[in-house]
């Protein structure tokens, strides 16, 4: 088991092992397993980065991102040019139905509106955003309606979670109630959280997900 002093270093080490992040401008505190980043990035996509790397480090039970994104006084792009780069991205980009997502921008934040068939859509689309320079932030407001009209099915759920090696899912609970579906349980890592997520996301029916996983580590 990790005290803060190791967690802390192992999220440091995760972040200088990532080519794209500059570790001497990510600040890393930790207590009990609340990992904050805190500092200043030149671009959204290394916001995402710092997030993602702590994510993958055993022990983190939640993170609170403070980082700011703050691009080189060089840099000049204003929204209509960023709206504009965001559609030609959706356009380029099979997984996103560009015509049922709405885009507005906000000094560099990114809102996305619709409705999707499936969370791969959804989530193709942010990250069709997340790369793109002059990008501060993505809100999500996109919904999922599954053009599959019968109800979630449990087992097919837990079905899906058994087939894969990177989960442990004694543990994890499935409820299903029409077309959403709630996981409650533990897990051993943030990543098994985010995956077990994802799993259920992808059942037919399903237009919401509830994670309710804990991530299950003792200091």
Excluded: C
Aim: glycine fraction near 6%; hydrophobic fraction near 40%; charged fraction near 30%.
């Amino acid at each position: 088991m990790k005290n803060n002093s190791e967690l802390q270093t192992d999220v440091q080490d995760a972040i200088k092992w990532e080519p794209s992040l500059h570790a001497a401008e990510i600040g890393v505190s930790v207590k009990d397993g609340v990992v904050t980043l805190s500092g200043t990035v030149d671009s959204y996509a290394k916001k995402h980065e710092a997030e993602k790397a702590t994510k993958t480090v055993a022990g983190v039970k939640a993170i609170v991102e403070e980082l700011d994104v703050h691009f080189p006084n060089s840099f000049s792009k204003n929204d209509n040019e960023i709206a504009a780069e965001v559609l030609k991205a959706f356009d380029s980009n099979w997984s996103v139905p560009a015509d049922k997502v709405k885009v507005k921008v906000e000094n560099g934040l990114v809102t996305l509106d619709g409705e999707l068939h499936w969370n791969f859509e959804r989530e193709a689309a942010k990250h069709a955003v997340r790369y793109l320079m002059g990008v501060k932030g993505v809100i999500d407001n996109i919904t999922i309606k599954s053009e599959v009209e019968n109800a979630v099915e449990k087992k097919a759920i837990e079905s899906a979670l058994k087939r894969n090696w990177n989960i442990d899912d004694e543990d994890i609970t499935v409820k299903a109630d029409g077309h959403t579906a709630t996981l409650s349980g533990t897990v051993n890592s943030w990543y098994q959280r985010d995956e077990a997520g994802r799993i259920a996301w992808d059942a037919p029916g399903v237009w919401m997900v509830d994670n309710n996983l804990a991530i299950n580590y003792k200091y």
